[in-house]
C-alpha cells in the first residue's frame, strides 16, 4: 500500500511540473507588440515617464520590431534611429538613464556569453580531451 501510495505521488509530482513548465514562454516567443509592450513598461517604471512620453515610445518600438531584420548592419541603424527617435521624446536626464540600461543590458549579455564559453561551461573542445 505504501509502495502504490508513493509511486502515485511521485506521478503526481511528475506530471504537475511538467505542465507548470510548459506554462512558460520563452522571451524570444513574444509578438513584437508584446516585447514593446513589455519594454515600454520597463522603461515607464525606470525612467518616470509620463503617459504620453511612454505611448509615443511604445509606438516608436512597435514601429521598429515590425522593420527589424536579420541583417546586423540594418539592426544598427534602426537602433540609432529608435535612439534619435526616443532623444527627442525623453528629457536628458531620461535620455542618460535610457543609456546607462542599455549598457548594463549589453554588459550583462556579454557575461552571459563569456560564461558560456568558460571552462565550467559548454565549449568546443571534446570532454575527454587531455594536455599534449
Do not use: C
Request: charged fraction near 35%; charge should be positive; proline fraction near 5%.
Amino acid at each position: 500500500m505504501k509502495r502504490t501510495a508513493f509511486i502515485i505521488y511521485l506521478l503526481l509530482v511528475f506530471i504537475g511540473s511538467e505542465s507548470w513548465a510548459q506554462e512558460k514562454r520563452p522571451q524570444n516567443q513574444l509578438t513584437p507588440t508584446e516585447r514593446a509592450e513589455k519594454a515600454t513598461l520597463r522603461m515607464k517604471a525606470k525612467l518616470n515617464l509620463s503617459e504620453e512620453q511612454a505611448a509615443q515610445v511604445k509606438a516608436v518600438l512597435i514601429k521598429r520590431s515590425a522593420t527589424e531584420q536579420s541583417n546586423r548592419e540594418e539592426m544598427k541603424k534602426q537602433r540609432e534611429a529608435t535612439d534619435k527617435e526616443l532623444s527627442g521624446i525623453l528629457s536628458p536626464e531620461q535620455m542618460d538613464k535610457y543609456m546607462q540600461m542599455k549598457e548594463e543590458r549589453r554588459n550583462k549579455m556579454m557575461e552571459k556569453r563569456k560564461a558560456m564559453h568558460s571552462p565550467g561551461g559548454p565549449s568546443s573542445e571534446p570532454a575527454d580531451s587531455t594536455s599534449k
